[in-house]
């Protein structure tokens, strides 16, 4: 099982980036995937989710209405678009497929 995170960086408030998340090694189609975020001296923290198939998607209430998960079969990847970013967004990022099968994850910085 290998899970690779890509496209975070630095980027200013109210700004948007998109996530990726590259699976292999397993059947993708068939799992539920989670993105969560790990803050500066916090703990990780579950931010979205989505099922197998795509039909349900959550949120945490500090990024509902502005971050969009969404998965591709096809390409065996999950996606994170993150708009109308804020500085308490910062943090490093990571897809999770359970049970506990993580990523390295991707650093976000939102700052001006």
């Known amino acids: 099982v290998q899970l690779v995170e890509s496209g975070g960086g630095l980027v200013q408030p109210g700004g948007s980036l998109r996530l990726s998340c590259a699976a292999s090694?397993?059947?993708?189609?068939?799992?539920?995937i989670s993105w969560y975020r790990q803050a500066p001296g916090k703990e990780r923290v579950l931010v979205a989710f989505?099922?197998?198939?795509?039909?349900?998607?959550t949120y945490s209430d500090s990024v509902k209405g502005r971050f969009t998960i969404s998965r591709d079969d096809a390409k065996n990847t999950v996606y994170l678009q993150m708009n109308s970013l804020k500085p308490e967004d910062t943090g490093v990022y990571y897809c999770k497929r359970p049970i506990d099968y993580w990523g390295q994850g991707t650093q976000v910085t939102v700052s001006s």
């Open positions: 090694g397993f059947t993708f189609s068939n799992y539920d």
């Open positions: 989505i099922t197998s198939g795509g039909g349900t998607t």
